[in-house]
């Protein structure tokens, strides 16, 4: 019995590690996915979503720390009834979440108190392993059961008294067994081996506390908490450390907007299913689109609105970067001229009305320095004529603005603003808010990382 109490104990604690730690890497992305969870029309908790990132930051500094827990024996009846919460409430979210419907119809209400008929917000991947490990909902529902499998002997094992805190020959047995774990999953699943020395690092800092406070459980937990809170810090000051969208450094947009045909390779297959009334009968009948194109012109048939169903008949190639397509504020593309650019910057910014103006002279001083190199530096924005020129005023940017979809403009960066240095439609670097360089000083290097 102690054995099979250890082996999960390893194996959540490890994952819990990993799943947090993923997240911990890339709070404000996790914070965006919280907001579709949140919306109107999806869970239905509007007021929250002021309150994202706070709450996302608590949540995945909270897995690790109940992972790093877990794996130490610490606080066992805490810890298991917490993780055991947090695992059903997720199993239940996905579960729903599985059966949203995008094309039916459902009633919300409105700020204003008022009822409305539309489309629901559904949320198509769960946001568990951020942008890493895109999971369906239903995908992330069965891995929540068999996750829960192990969970619940730890639970009871820990109410039963058959576990408590580690000692040192343990606490060496499942330290090595959890980095086993999190190096196979992080080889496999992540390309990034981060998360081996992470679990290193915080498990050696709860034993090292241990050892030295009488184990004392609090200041172990204060310990570790002080290890993610420096990480979550950094990634959301500078930038995720491992970035796992398709802006990358070293990534071609050019190549990232190419459609499966052009590739060469296996494009998703999908038929849409409509529904048909008969005038006559009243008898209503769902078809699929192939069938709608047959009859959609015969008299006695009339569509029925509102309803559309998507299903996907075989997975393939889905174009990884779809709404890069800037254009200048008379409404002109401006993505070819961008892309064949041997230097551009761009300052993005997916909020000019929340826009950082704190380190605004450096970027201007940046944007003067390049514009004197030959280079080209543009501001980039979801915001139209009026805000943008205010925004110039204001802060007296040499640069123009140019528009594109905000939630596009969240993807290529993780800060606002954020600087982009782009290569004949390659991405060389990036700069977060806090980072903005000297542009001779980093001229001097390519401008690489």
């Known amino acids: 019995?102690?054995?099979?109490?250890?082996?999960?104990?390893?194996?959540?604690?490890?994952?819990?590690?990993?799943s947090g730690l993923i997240k911990v890497n890339d709070a404000i992305g996790f914070s965006y996915k919280l907001e579709e969870y949140f919306s109107e029309k999806a869970l239905g908790f509007?007021?929250?979503?002021?309150?994202?990132?706070?709450?996302?930051?608590?949540?995945?500094?909270?897995?690790?720390?109940?992972g790093v827990a877990t794996l130490l024996g610490a606080w066992p009846k805490l810890t298991s009834s917490l993780i055991l919460?947090?695992?059903?409430?997720?199993?239940?979210?996905?579960?729903?979440?599985?059966?949203?419907?995008?094309?039916?119809?459902?009633?919300?209400?409105?700020?204003?108190?008022?009822?409305?008929i539309?489309?629901?917000?559904?949320?198509?991947?769960?946001?568990?392993?951020?942008?890493?490990?895109?999971?369906?909902?239903?995908?992330?529902?069965?891995?929540?059961?068999?996750?829960?499998?192990?969970?619940?002997?730890?639970?009871?094992?820990?109410f039963f008294g058959k576990f408590k805190l580690n000692t040192l020959k343990e606490d060496v047995i499942i330290l090595i067994a959890s980095l086993l774990v999190v190096a196979g999953f992080s080889y496999a699943m992540l390309d990034w081996m981060f998360p081996v020395l992470f679990t290193l690092i915080s498990f050696g800092v709860g034993v090292l506390i241990k050892k030295v406070s009488g184990e004392k459980q609090w200041l172990m937990a204060l310990g570790v908490l002080v290890v993610c809170a420096f990480f979550q810090y950094w990634t959301l000051v500078h930038l995720p450390i491992k970035d796992y969208r398709p802006y990358?450094?070293?990534?071609?947009?050019?190549?990232?907007?190419?459609?499966?045909?052009?590739?060469?390779?296996?494009?998703?297959?999908?038929?849409?299913?409509?529904?048909?009334?008969?005038?006559?009968?009243g008898e209503i009948t769902e078809v699929s689109d192939d069938v709608y194109m047959k009859i959609y012109n015969d008299p006695n048939l009339e569509i029925v609105s509102g309803y559309r169903r998507e299903e996907i008949?075989?997975?393939?190639?889905?174009?990884?970067?779809?709404?890069?397509?800037?254009?200048?504020?008379?409404?002109?593309?401006?993505?070819?001229?961008?892309?064949?650019?041997?230097?551009?910057?761009?300052?993005?910014?997916?909020?000019?009305?929340?826009?950082?103006?704190?380190?605004?002279?450096e970027i201007i001083e940046f944007a003067k320095a390049a514009e004197s190199d030959g280079a080209k530096f543009y501001g980039i924005s979801p915001s139209g004529y009026d805000t943008a020129e205010n925004f110039r005023h204001e802060n007296q940017t040499p640069f123009e603005f140019l528009i594109n979809d905000n939630i596009e403009l969240k993807i290529i960066i993780r800060s606002n603003p954020g600087l982009v240095y782009i290569e004949n439609g390659t991405i060389v670097n990036r700069w977060s808010n806090a980072d903005i360089p000297d542009y001779q000083s980093a001229k001097g290097n390519g401008f690489k990382p």
């Open 85 to 116: 919460a947090m695992i059903v409430f997720f199993t239940w979210l996905t579960f729903y979440t599985s059966h949203c419907d995008p094309h039916s119809l459902a009633i919300f209400t409105d700020p204003q108190g008022k009822p409305y």
């Open 1 to 18: 019995m102690k054995i099979l109490i250890t082996f999960c104990r390893i194996l959540v604690g490890s994952l819990f590690i990993v």
């Open 313 to 361: 008949i075989s997975e393939g190639y889905v174009t990884p970067i779809q709404d890069f397509s800037p254009t200048n504020m008379d409404g002109e593309s401006m993505t070819e001229q961008l892309l064949s650019e041997p230097r551009l910057f761009l300052l993005v910014s997916n909020n000019l009305d929340e826009c950082k103006t704190n380190n605004m002279a």
């Open 118 to 158: 539309d489309n629901p917000d559904c949320v198509l991947t769960c946001g568990c392993f951020g942008d890493a490990i895109k999971l369906k909902p239903i995908e992330s529902f069965y891995k929540d059961v068999a996750l829960l499998i192990f969970i619940v002997p730890i639970f009871f094992a820990a």
């Open 248 to 281: 990358a450094i070293g990534n071609n947009i050019i190549e990232k907007m190419k459609s499966a045909e052009q590739l060469g390779k296996e494009p998703a297959k999908v038929v849409l299913y409509y529904k048909m009334k008969n005038k006559t009968t």
């Open 46 to 66: 509007p007021d929250l979503i002021p309150y994202a990132l706070p709450i996302a930051v608590f949540i995945v500094v909270g897995e690790v720390l109940l």
